[in-house]
């Protein structure tokens, strides 16, 4: 696979088929596993992006091509790397702040 793969990129991901209340679509979505994982794993975990989402705490503000969006940090998940289709760019070190403040207070505190 030709693509690079980091934490904190922006990708384009096939998330089809899905199941009940899971994100669809293809979408673009948040790489969230350490580059450790993503350089030697068959498969990356990923937070999906929506542009329609409510303020909620599990919801982290983004700008993707100048627009508003939410990475929506209740539905991370892991996935093939064939599911991603290409790069689209990497988060502002304000919204990886904001990303891993939200982890971790998922996660682990």
């Given at each position: 696979?030709?693509?690079?793969?980091?934490?904190?990129?922006?990708?384009?991901v096939?998330?089809?088929?899905?199941?009940?209340?899971?994100?669809?679509?293809?979408?673009?979505c948040?790489?969230?596993?350490p580059?450790e994982?993503?350089?030697h794993?068959?498969?990356?975990?990923i937070?999906?992006?929506?542009?329609k989402?409510?303020?909620?705490?599990t919801?982290?503000?983004?700008?993707?091509?100048?627009?508003?969006?939410?990475?929506?940090?209740?539905?991370?998940?892991?996935?093939?790397?064939?599911?991603?289709?290409?790069?689209?760019?990497?988060?502002?070190?304000?919204?990886?702040?904001?990303?891993?403040?939200?982890?971790?207070?998922?996660?682990?505190?």
């Amino acid at each position: 696979m030709g693509l690079i793969l980091q934490q904190y990129n922006i990708v384009i991901v096939n998330l089809d088929p899905t199941i009940g209340s899971e994100i669809k679509k293809t979408r673009p979505c948040i790489i969230v596993s350490p580059d450790e994982m993503n350089d030697h794993l068959k498969t990356i975990i990923i937070a999906p992006v929506t542009s329609k989402s409510r303020n909620y705490p599990t919801r982290v503000m983004i700008m993707i091509d100048h627009k508003k969006n939410w990475v929506v940090l209740d539905q991370i998940r892991t996935v093939d790397k064939r599911r991603i289709l290409k790069n689209i760019g990497t988060l502002a070190t304000k919204e990886i702040k904001s990303l891993k403040a939200v982890i971790k207070e998922m996660l682990v505190d």
